[in-house]
């Protein structure tokens, strides 16, 4: 069965920081885009930031760029959002995604990832 299953997620003041993980089991995604989206209370699942299969290559949403970083750690399964600076707007349910197909191209859209974690939430209070 595979899993994705995401951590690090709390409550923190506005200006802080907080790391994500997200780690997979049932099958390696050294060989696909990996994702993080979140969805506000009330609102649609929204694109944060994207991976390539080799870490090489990383995209963001223009509301989180300079202060989100992904990365990935194939050897671990794992993938990171370290999240800096972060702002009220910033609080909602963190779900981290995997693409099926074998390395892929880049994609913002969540009918692009075939795996999905169960969610973590991130509270930023002001």
């Known amino acids: 069965q595979v899993q994705l299953v995401e951590s690090g997620g709390g409550l923190v003041q506005a200006g802080g920081s907080l790391r994500l993980s997200c780690t997979a089991s049932?099958?390696?995604?050294?060989?696909?885009?990996m994702a993080w989206f979140r969805q506000a209370s009330g609102k649609e699942r929204e694109f944060v930031a994207a991976i390539n299969w080799s870490g090489s290559s990383t995209y963001s949403a223009d509301s989180v760029k300079g202060r989100f970083t992904i990365s990935r750690d194939n050897a671990k399964n794992t993938v990171y959002l370290q999240m800096n600076s972060l702002k009220p707007e910033d609080t909602a349910v963190y779900y981290c995604?995997?693409?099926?197909?074998?390395?892929?191209?880049?994609?913002?859209?969540?009918?692009?990832?075939?795996?999905w974690g169960q969610g973590t939430q991130v509270t930023v209070s002001s």
């Open positions: 049932g099958r390696t995604f050294s060989n696909n885009f």
């Open positions: 995604a995997a693409t099926r197909s074998y390395r892929g191209t880049y994609s913002d859209r969540t009918s692009a990832y075939s795996y």
